[in-house]
């Protein structure tokens, strides 16, 4: 059974920082590709960042370019979000997703990615 778990949010205050972890496991970690989202009240889901599977290469939304870092540890078979900077506007539900190696997951489509997590609210305070 695939399973996603996110944890790691919480409320803080603007300029502060947060690092998001998702616990994976029921696939082949190493063999997908994964990726954060977003979906803030009221909007649409948004891509945040993607890395793949072996960790060599990272895309990031221009909105959390320098701010944010994604990573991996393909051994625990989890994915980190490290959260600097962090601005009012970043409030969302955080989900993380597992994509195929074989997809376009760079492209930041959450139609690419196969698994998803059930979320995790950050809350950025002003």
């Known amino acids: 059974q695939v399973q996603l778990v996110e944890s790691g949010g919480g409320l803080v205050q603007a300029g502060g920082s947060l690092r998001l972890s998702c616990a994976t496991s029921g696939f082949t970690f190493g063999s997908y590709a994964m990726g954060w989202f977003r979906q803030a009240p009221g909007k649409e889901r948004e891509f945040v960042a993607a890395?793949?599977?072996?960790?060599?290469?990272?895309y990031y939304a221009d909105s959390v370019k320098g701010r944010f870092t994604i990573s991996r540890d393909n051994a625990a078979n989890t994915v980190y979000l490290q959260m600097n900077g962090l601005k009012p506007e970043d409030t969302a539900v955080y989900y993380c997703?597992?994509?195929?190696?074989?997809?376009?997951?760079?492209?930041?489509?959450?139609?690419?990615?196969?698994?998803w997590g059930q979320g995790t609210q950050v809350t950025v305070s002003s």
């Open positions: 997703a597992a994509a195929p190696a074989t997809s376009s997951w760079f492209r930041g489509a959450g139609s690419e990615y196969a698994y």
């Open positions: 890395i793949r599977g072996s960790g060599t290469f990272v």
